[in-house]
């Protein structure tokens, strides 16, 4: 484990303490088939029950870093394989947090939970939920602080806009090609008050989006989600109820995204 947490600090990409004391806290062996046990500090993906894989260290540090899950936050984890993400969410929410994993592969969610339960600590901070992601969880709208998916977003939701007031939205999603995981939605120019033109990304929950509206509408104001589309990694801050500043990290492939449709 030392020598791959020093490789991932020498790449740039594991920055944070904390990160780091949760790769120690969750051991990446507990969350292998017995038989890839050995293999568990390489820096590569594997693979693990259900036809999935357990992602690569250093696209998991990669996330935890743009997430930024701290102590008491409320975690939706959507696609939570064999429970090691899980497990290193549960560390950095610590005991007044909770994590709610989902996985929709009923083998998948049992083997996750089998792992989980090595580290008795952090698995009470985890609750399993063995279905889609998808519908999130209503009872708790409002409230998530974080969400990340650890699998490919490609559905899209048909297009929707109220009237003149999405005006921009539209004219900037018309000039898009045909859809493929909003690839590269441009900059809306937004005059502030002082005419500065602000550098932000907009999305409207109905417009062409990966991401499912259950997950925008429950995430909390200031709350931050990171998921895949399109061969990048996505990066979005809920600044109001329906606006979110979006950043795009290229360069990353996951397996697809599982849902009952």
Known sequence: MDELIR?????????????EEALRAAPRELFLPESLRERAYGDDALPIEGGQTISQPYTVVFMLELLQ???RHIVLDAGSGSGWQSALLAYLVG????????????ELC???????ARLPELARRVTMHCRSATPGLPELSGTIDRIVAAAELKHVSKPSFAAKSHQCEREALAEQEPYRGIRRVRAIGLRSRNG??????????????????????????????????GNSLWREKKIA?????????????????????
Do not use: C
């Open 241 to 261: 109820a329906d606006r979110f500043k979006k950043e795009e990290f290229p360069g990353f492939a996951f397996v697809p995204y599982m849902d009952l449709v």
């Open 7 to 19: 490789e991932l600090k020498k790449s740039g990409v594991l920055r944070s303490k904390r990160t």
């Open 69 to 71: 899950a701290d102590a």
């Open 95 to 106: 005991p007044s947090g909770h994590v709610h994993a989902f996985e929709i592969v009923p």
């Open 196 to 229: 500065a033109i602000a550098a932000e990304y907009e999305v409207l929950r109905h417009a062409l989006d990966p991401v499912p509206a259950a997950w925008r509408e429950q995430m909390k104001i200031g709350g931050i989600m990171v998921y895949p589309s």
């Open 110 to 116: 049992a083997f996750g939970t089998e792992n989980l």
